[in-house]
């Protein structure tokens, strides 16, 4: 895996804002405690940044949320509290044992109703969901692999609607964006993603740069036009 360098300060800062701002419930605690418990990797979002994806679903009145890698259901269950009465999230995940850990973080977040985890690639499940008949997402979050990035992109146009918000995680995964041969695995598909960001004609983004316990990295917001 690609090494974060997260430094002291910014993880401290972050617990301060944790603690003194954001306030996770228990269940979202549970998840990222039980992913580690079960050998998971620790790349879920920081509790601020799940925050703001809650928020950003209240503030744009998402109802219908599709999410591109789940792990341990941290960003699902914080996008969940912000969804409506009625509300639902379609969320991607290829491998079982990470399916499993999150269906039971979701259901004891009390989110069991609300919440499709789909098994199997995501480019397999994308293409299935376009084939059923389903009203389009609103809010589309993708943070799974990155050498797909642009691809997840041209689904979240062709499944989300007119004016749906996509947010896209791990925009500068430590600067590598400027220097692919930091990490050639991702870096590349993230910069294609960028690009695409940029130049798409029914994308209208941008890019927030973050420090924190993740490292130095970024979330991408785009509005579909
Ligand atoms: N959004 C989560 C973190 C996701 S980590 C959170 O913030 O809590 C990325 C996840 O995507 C991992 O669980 C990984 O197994 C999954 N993944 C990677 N490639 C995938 C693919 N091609 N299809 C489906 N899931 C994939
Ligand atoms: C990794 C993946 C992520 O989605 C993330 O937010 C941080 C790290 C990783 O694969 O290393
Ligand atoms: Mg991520």
């Keep these: 895996m690609f090494e974060h360098k997260p430094r002291p300060e910014w993880i401290a800062a972050e617990e301060f804002l944790s603690t003194t701002v954001v306030h996770p419930d228990p269940a979202l605690q549970r998840a990222v405690t039980s992913a580690a418990e079960a050998g998971m990797p620790a790349i879920e979002v920081a509790p601020n ?38 509300g639902s999230i379609v969320t991607c995940e290829y491998l079982p044992q990470h399916a499993e850990v999150a269906w039971a ?24 969901l376009a084939e059923e008949e389903r009203k389009p997402f609103d809010f589309i979050f993708i943070d799974a692999d990155k050498q797909n990035d642009s691809r997840y992109l041209d689904w979240a146009v062709r499944l989300g609607r007119p004016g749906a918000a996509v947010v896209l995680d791990n925009a500068v995964w430590e600067g590598a964006i400027l220097d692919p041969g930091m ?43």
């Design 49 to 86: 940044a799940g925050k703001l994806l809650k928020l950003l679903v209240q503030l744009s009145g998402a109802h219908r949320i599709l999410e591109i890698g789940t792990l341990a259901g941290y960003s699902t269950i914080w996008m969940g509290r912000g969804l409506p009465p009625g």
């Design 183 to 225: 990490d050639p695995v991702n870096a590349p598909g993230i910069i294609e993603a960028l690009k695409l960001l940029g130049d798409h004609p029914r994308l209208d983004a941008t890019v927030i740069q973050t420090v924190g316990s993740k490292g130095w990295d970024g979330f991408a917001l785009a509005r579909i036009t």
């Design 105 to 128: 973080n979701i259901d004891a977040a009390g989110l069991g109703q609300k919440v499709e985890i789909r098994l199997g690639p995501a480019l397999d499940t994308l293409a299935a």
